[in-house]
């Protein structure tokens, strides 16, 4: 699914868009965005777990990224209320890493206290914000509940989250995060293959593991994303076209050595 997922993100994202990449494991998301927003946008990138948040630096470092002012690396939760918190997290996974102590890991648990942020008290408080991704294993509709303010003061974000309702029996059930997204003013769409989005039902919840984007304009976004798709085989023959130019330079290269 994550492969539907990211070419879907990449395709809302404007040269000045500012981003939230909340979860931001190792930073696939955050250095995707920045190769569109780096020079006039911003960038917040979220990734609590100890261990990851030094990979998402390295990724960050590997993209030339760290001398751009904009681009904001935080060690922190986010969530619905300030103040300590403590995060359970394997040290040899990249993700997984949860609020929710469920008790099936072991001795190979790690626990560390960690300052959690509300997104609404972090940010500037005339700063709207046009993208977002939420991927923090079923605390998605504490991280929402937290950037309320943003949400309203933001007239074009969009809202990509992660919904697995497993996740969510631990923390808010699925039906009630649903009404909490409808009380915001936003539609959901899951997130198919081939650059699909299905507009669900109001307070329908989802059942199993999604990938979604939440959205006020969920018929333009859905023709957004018809279009990207229907330009792909133009991208894709243009990329062939330039491999093709790269490959033929190198074997000419090596024929003269």
Same mark, same amino acid.
């Given at each position: ?46 990734? #609590?777990? &100890?261990?990851?948040?030094?990979? /998402?630096?390295?990724? %960050?470092?590997?993209?030339? @990224? *760290? ?14 209320? #300030?103040? &300590?918190?403590?995060?359970?997290? /394997?040290?040899?996974? %990249?993700?997984?890493?949860? @609020? *929710? ?90 997130i198919l293959p081939r650059f699909r989005l299905e507009l669900i039902e109001p307070r329908r919840a989802l059942r199993g593991a999604n990938f979604c984007l939440l959205t006020r304009t ?40």
């Amino acid at each position: 699914m994550e492969a539907d997922f990211l070419p879907v993100f990449r395709n809302f994202l404007q040269p000045e868009s500012v981003v939230l990449d909340i979860g931001a494991n190792f930073g696939l998301y955050t250095a995707t965005s920045a190769t569109f927003v780096k020079n006039h946008g911003r960038i917040y990138s979220f990734e #609590a777990n &100890p261990h990851t948040f030094g990979l /998402l630096k390295r990724t %960050l470092y590997a993209n030339r @990224l *760290t001398q751009y002012s904009n681009v904001i690396a935080v060690n922190a939760l986010v969530g619905d209320r #300030a103040g &300590p918190r403590v995060l359970h997290y /394997l040290p040899q996974f %990249l993700g997984g890493a949860t @609020l *929710t102590d469920i008790g099936q890991w072991g001795a190979e648990k790690r626990s560390v206290e960690l300052d959690m942020i509300m997104i609404d008290e972090f940010l500037p408080k005339d700063l709207a914000v046009d993208v977002v991704k939420i991927d923090v294993e079923g605390h998605e509709p504490f991280v929402i509940r937290g950037m309320q303010q943003t949400i309203r003061r933001s007239p074009t974000i969009r809202i990509f989250v992660e919904f697995v309702e497993e996740f969510l029996r631990h923390t808010v059930d699925a039906e009630q995060f649903v009404k909490e997204i409808d009380l915001l003013g936003l539609r959901i769409c899951r997130i198919l293959p081939r650059f699909r989005l299905e507009l669900i039902e109001p307070r329908r919840a989802l059942r199993g593991a999604n990938f979604c984007l939440l959205t006020r304009t969920p018929e333009a976004d859905i023709a957004h994303a018809r279009r990207a798709w229907s330009r792909l085989p133009a991208r894709l023959a243009r990329s062939m076209r330039r491999l093709a130019a790269t490959w033929d330079k190198f074997a000419h290269a090596l024929h003269r050595m």
